[in-house]
Every structure is written in structure tokens, then in C-alpha cells.
């Protein structure tokens, strides 16, 4: 678990931002679940034989004797709150959420024990156009953080049939090799063995190399609606892969499945997944309800933002106000409040010294500008407002056209911003 210090938060809420504005664009609604749920919640969801359930959540029993589980993912919380709240009561839901996720993993690069996740759930929409819309969605955020790196990949796990008997084939193509088959894999086999198709052993996936097709074993309505998907994607430009060994690590999907991957985090690949769980909403105590939805990792992506995105805002004040005088002090502070309410952000020097050195500390602020306050300019009602970035000019503006010249030259000011906006 790590501190995200001053220095990368100005990034993650310029990310924050975009998520923000693209949920809107596309009519989400936030929703803010809590952090600790019971655990039966992921036990019922994810599935007990998961990675997930089985190594790496943070579980323990609380003061009631309660069993209870910091949340390791959000969609079982979404479709609890929905079902709780009468969200999805003959009606349907599009929710977002963004926040801190937990699991006890190995820590590596990109990969964090407190990490966090942004996740769509479209809730009661069946058709694949509402999968075609997560795509859409996902590569106009890309697009809107200036990512170009990341693929789309696609596969449809077919109807409970299909997945039946693809399964009982797998099953007795892999039992040839139990013994070779890696530990995780073995356990997985008699359980749930399409989930060895998601196995990172080399040796694994060395036998997988001649193990029966998923695609082989779909009946037409579901390679008609793996189709339909892809007519969408390829109507609106978004380029894709169809990988067949794709099945993602949790329990509840079903349908069509798919990740966003790149080859600029080393490893660890993929950066946003998800796919269809029709089944979720019924097996957590709602009516059946169709749903599909993706998370994306915020720590992934901000690793891609700062490879290959596009340049994001630094932290910094509009304007330095430097004072020597208990006069100057003064009216700096009633500048300071007066240039704030008109959105203009104004850093004041605290703790005294002369004009060298807090200009110094001016320089050092990132201001574009310092106003400058003395017993003259007290006396004059003026400032010297001097440009720290561009030329280095300086000049004397009074105090009452102050804002006003300020925000002209500082055309991302707030208040600049707000005007130019209508």
C-alpha cells in the first residue's frame, strides 16, 4: 500500500476528470459503495475457487463475530447496492464508480495491495449493443488521455450450454496430463477447469496448445451475437482481436468477455477488463437482470498517461503576492481574498522576509505572475505585477483593475475559463 503524494495527485485528478466527463457523455451515474462488505458478498460472486477468494483477500471476523471482507472488487457491491435499493426494480441502471480496491498480492510495478479501480455496470440492457458501448466508451477515455497503446481483445464464453459441454471436453482433454498440469491448475481441473485456460504457467499453456476450442462447441445464437458485437465495433472504427483463450479470472461471467491490453507495462498487460454477468444480479437476491460492465486500474493507466498521453496540468497558483510592511501585509491579504473570489489562484507569502527572497519563493511556487506590495504601492493603491514565465516584465496596475488584468493574462483561470465557456 502506498501514499500518493503532491507531486502525482495534480495527474490522478486530471485522470479523475476525464473518467468523469466521458461517464456523463455517455449518461452514468456515480455510485459510491462501501469499502468493507460481507464476505458471503464475494464469496457468492467472484466464486470460491477463485484466486481472489482464495488468497487474496483481506478477511476477518469483526466484533459481532461477522465475517467481513475489504472489498477487492466493486461490481458485486454495485449490483448488492442495486438490488438493496430498488435500483433495478423494473427499471435499469447505468452506474460508475472510482476508488481504493484491496488484495494481498505480490507488489510489483503497476500492481499494489491498496490499488484502485474506475468500473461501468450497465444494468438491464441484454443486447450486444450495450457490450458494443463499452467499447465505445472505453476507447473514446483512451483517446480523451491521449493512450494509444492499448488493443482491444474479445471472446464470447457462449450460453450455460455451451460452456457445459465445452467444459466436460476440457475436462477430459486435460485430466490426460492431471500430473503435468501446474498446482493451481490441478486444484482448478475437477472444479472449474475453464479457468485453466486463464493460466499463466508455460507449461500449461504449452498443453493448451491442442486442447478443444471454445468457439467449436457455440450454438448459433450465440455466434450470432458475438457477430452482431462485432458489426458495431467495426461500424464505429474500433479495431479488435478476437482471442479465444480469453476467459477472465472471476466466476460470474458469462457471454461475451474482453480486455484492453498494451505492451508498454511489461507484464502485466492487461489494463481494463470485463464482459457480460447476466447471471449476477439473480444469484445476489434481485430479479434476473442482464448486466455487463468493465473495470479499469487507475495505476495502470496513469503509467500509460505518463508514457505516452497526453502532457497533464501541473499544480500551481495563478499569482505570488510578496508584502514588506505591516501595511503591504495587510493589503495583500484583502487582495489575496478579492483575486480568489474572482478565480484567480493566489499563493500569499507567510512567514516574513524580504523581497529577494520571496521572490524567490515566488519563483520556486510555479506562479506565472508575482504582485509585488511595498509602502509605495500601499500609498499609490497599485502593485507591481511582475511576469515570471514569459517575458519578464513588469508593471504597475492598480488595485481596483487588478483582477481584471490578471485574468486576461491567465487565460485558464477559472473565472477565464467559466467566461469563455458562456
Same mark, same amino acid.
Given at each position: 500500500m502506498n501514499?500518493?503524494l503532491?507531486?502525482?495527485?495534480a495527474? /490522478?485528478?486530471?485522470?479523475?476528470r476525464?473518467?468523469?466527463?466521458t461517464c456523463?457523455?455517455y449518461?452514468y451515474?456515480?455510485?459510491?459503495?462501501?469499502l468493507?462488505?460481507r464476505?458471503?458478498?464475494f464469496k457468492?460472486?467472484?466464486?470460491?475457487?477463485?484466486d481472489?477468494v482464495e488468497?487474496?483477500?483481506?478477511?476477518?471476523?469483526d466484533?459481532?463475530g461477522?465475517?467481513v471482507?475489504l472489498r477487492?472488487e466493486?461490481?458485486?457491491?454495485?449490483?448488492?447496492?442495486?438490488?438493496?435499493?430498488g435500483?433495478?426494480?423494473?427499471?435499469?441502471a447505468?452506474l /460508475?464508480?472510482?476508488?481504493?480496491?484491496f488484495?494481498?498480492?505480490k507488489?510489483q510495478k503497476?500492481?499494489?495491495?491498496?490499488?484502485?479501480q474506475?468500473?461501468?455496470?450497465?444494468?438491464? /440492457?441484454?443486447?450486444p449493443?450495450?457490450?458494443?458501448?463499452?467499447?465505445?466508451?472505453a476507447?473514446?477515455?483512451?483517446?480523451?488521455l491521449?493512450?494509444r497503446?492499448v488493443k482491444l481483445?474479445?471472446?464470447?464464453?457462449?450460453?450455460?450450454?455451451?460452456?457445459?459441454?465445452?467444459?466436460?471436453?476440457l475436462?477430459?482433454?486435460?485430466?490426460r496430463y492431471?500430473?503435468?498440469?501446474?498446482e493451481?491448475?490441478q486444484r482448478r481441473?475437477d472444479?472449474n477447469?475453464l479457468?485453466?485456460l486463464?493460466s499463466k504457467?508455460?507449461?500449461?499453456?504449452?498443453?493448451l496448445t491442442?486442447a478443444p476450442?471454445?468457439?467449436?462447441?457455440l450454438?448459433?445464437d450465440?455466434v450470432a451475437r458475438?457477430d452482431?458485437?462485432r458489426a458495431?465495433l467495426d461500424?464505429v472504427?474500433i479495431?479488435?482481436?478476437v482471442?479465444?483463450r480469453?476467459?477472465r479470472?472471476?466466476?460470474?461471467?458469462?457471454?461475451?468477455v474482453?480486455? /484492453?491490453?498494451?505492451?508498454?507495462?511489461g507484464?502485466q498487460?492487461?489494463?481494463c477488463?470485463?464482459g457480460r454477468?447476466?447471471g449476477?444480479?439473480e444469484?445476489l437476491g434481485?430479479?434476473?437482470?442482464?448486466?455487463?460492465?468493465?473495470?479499469?486500474?487507475?495505476?495502470?493507466?496513469?503509467e500509460?498517461?505518463?508514457v505516452?498521453?497526453?502532457?497533464i496540468?501541473?499544480d500551481?497558483?495563478?499569482?505570488?503576492?510578496?508584502?514588506?510592511g505591516?501595511?503591504?501585509e495587510l493589503?495583500?491579504?484583502?487582495?489575496?481574498?478579492s483575486?480568489?473570489?474572482g478565480?484567480v489562484?493566489?499563493?500569499?507569502?507567510?512567514?516574513g522576509g524580504?523581497?529577494k527572497?520571496?521572490l524567490?519563493r515566488?519563483?520556486?511556487s510555479g506562479?506565472?505572475?508575482?504582485?509585488?506590495?511595498g509602502?509605495?504601492?500601499?500609498?499609490?493603491q497599485?502593485?507591481?505585477v511582475?511576469?515570471?514565465?514569459g517575458d519578464g516584465?513588469?508593471?504597475?496596475?492598480s488595485?481596483?483593475d487588478l483582477?481584471?488584468?490578471?485574468?486576461?493574462a491567465?487565460?485558464?483561470?477559472p473565472?477565464a475559463?467559466a467566461?469563455?465557456?458562456?
Amino acid at each position: 500500500m502506498n501514499d500518493i503524494l503532491p507531486g502525482n495527485s495534480a495527474a /490522478w485528478r486530471h485522470v479523475e476528470r476525464v473518467i468523469a466527463d466521458t461517464c456523463v457523455a455517455y449518461g452514468y451515474q456515480e455510485i459510491r459503495p462501501p469499502l468493507l462488505e460481507r464476505t458471503e458478498l464475494f464469496k457468492r460472486s467472484i466464486g470460491e475457487q477463485t484466486d481472489i477468494v482464495e488468497k487474496e483477500m483481506y478477511t476477518f471476523v469483526d466484533n459481532n463475530g461477522e465475517s467481513v471482507t475489504l472489498r477487492p472488487e466493486a461490481t458485486a457491491s454495485c449490483v448488492r447496492a442495486g438490488v438493496e435499493h430498488g435500483l433495478l426494480h423494473n427499471r435499469q441502471a447505468k452506474l /460508475w464508480y472510482l476508488g481504493p480496491m484491496f488484495r494481498h498480492e505480490k507488489p510489483q510495478k503497476g500492481r499494489y495491495r491498496q490499488f484502485h479501480q474506475f468500473g461501468i455496470e450497465a444494468l438491464g /440492457w441484454p443486447g450486444p449493443d450495450a457490450d458494443a458501448e463499452l467499447q465505445m466508451f472505453a476507447a473514446r477515455l483512451f483517446d480523451s488521455l491521449g493512450v494509444r497503446s492499448v488493443k482491444l481483445e474479445i471472446n464470447t464464453l457462449g450460453s450455460d450450454g455451451c460452456r457445459a459441454a465445452y467444459r466436460d471436453a476440457l475436462h477430459g482433454y486435460l485430466s490426460r496430463y492431471r500430473n503435468d498440469l501446474d498446482e493451481d491448475s490441478q486444484r482448478r481441473l475437477d472444479r472449474n477447469p475453464l479457468r485453466i485456460l486463464d493460466s499463466k504457467d508455460e507449461k500449461t499453456r504449452a498443453l493448451l496448445t491442442d486442447a478443444p476450442r471454445l468457439a467449436d462447441f457455440l450454438d448459433d445464437d450465440a455466434v450470432a451475437r458475438f457477430d452482431r458485437l462485432r458489426a458495431y465495433l467495426d461500424t464505429v472504427g474500433i479495431e479488435y482481436h478476437v482471442n479465444d483463450r480469453l476467459v477472465r479470472g472471476l466466476d460470474y461471467y458469462t457471454s461475451i468477455v474482453f480486455e /484492453w491490453v498494451t505492451d508498454r507495462l511489461g507484464a502485466q498487460g492487461a489494463v481494463c477488463a470485463g464482459g457480460r454477468y447476466d447471471g449476477l444480479v439473480e444469484q445476489l437476491g434481485g430479479r434476473a437482470t442482464p448486466a455487463a460492465g468493465f473495470a479499469l486500474g487507475i495505476e495502470r493507466l496513469l503509467e500509460l498517461v505518463a508514457v505516452e498521453g497526453r502532457e497533464i496540468p501541473v499544480d500551481a497558483c495563478d499569482v505570488f503576492i510578496a508584502s514588506l510592511g505591516d501595511a503591504a501585509e495587510l493589503a495583500g491579504a484583502r487582495l489575496a481574498e478579492s483575486l480568489r473570489s474572482g478565480g484567480v489562484n493566489v499563493l500569499v507569502n507567510l512567514g516574513g522576509g524580504g523581497f529577494k527572497k520571496q521572490l524567490k519563493r515566488a519563483d520556486a511556487s510555479g506562479a506565472r505572475f508575482a504582485v509585488i506590495l511595498g509602502d509605495d504601492e500601499v500609498a499609490a493603491q497599485s502593485a507591481s505585477v511582475k511576469d515570471l514565465r514569459g517575458d519578464g516584465g513588469q508593471a504597475s496596475v492598480s488595485f481596483d483593475d487588478l483582477a481584471a488584468h490578471l485574468r486576461r493574462a491567465l487565460p485558464n483561470a477559472p473565472a477565464a475559463r467559466a467566461a469563455a465557456n458562456g
